[in-house]
């Protein structure tokens, strides 16, 4: 079982800057892939990044490519997503997810059908 756990969500002006950590326990897997979704108010939680826990092979939305990065530090079992140049339209809760995928999926996954494990979200606002 692993257990995630948000922080770093706040209230920032467009333009401005904001990184999000997720910190993970739980079970020892021979790989994890581990991404970010969000979900703004009336719409449905949408991919944002994921990174494949050993290897840190990353994929994006393209709505985020060139502003925000996804990173880990295997040493403190923790997922970061350094967010720049954020827009308005950025606002979200944003959740931490993870997804112990089958030997025979080599890339990392985007669709949040596949994750198993949520953290309980962290709100992110983006004022104009």
């Known amino acids: 079982q692993v257990q995630l756990v948000e922080s770093g969500g706040g209230l920032v002006q467009a333009g401005d800057s904001l990184r999000l950590s997720c910190a993970a326990s739980?079970?020892?897997?021979?790989?994890?892939?581990m991404g970010w979704f969000r979900e703004a108010p009336g719409k449905e939680r949408e991919f944002v990044a994921a990174?494949?826990?050993?290897?840190?092979?990353?994929i994006y939305a393209d709505s985020v490519k060139g502003r925000f990065t996804i990173s880990r530090d295997i040493a403190k079992n923790t997922m970061y997503l350094q967010m720049n140049s954020l827009k308005p339209e950025d606002t979200a809760v944003y959740y931490c997810?993870?997804?112990?995928?089958?030997?025979?999926?080599?890339?990392?996954?985007?669709?949040?059908?596949?994750?198993?494990?949520w953290g309980q979200g962290t709100q992110v606002t983006v004022s104009s």
């Open positions: 739980g079970g020892t897997f021979s790989r994890i892939d």
């Open positions: 997810a993870a997804t112990v995928p089958p030997p025979w999926v080599l890339k990392v996954r985007s669709s949040r059908n596949d994750y198993n494990y």
């Open positions: 990174i494949i826990w050993s290897g840190g092979t990353t």
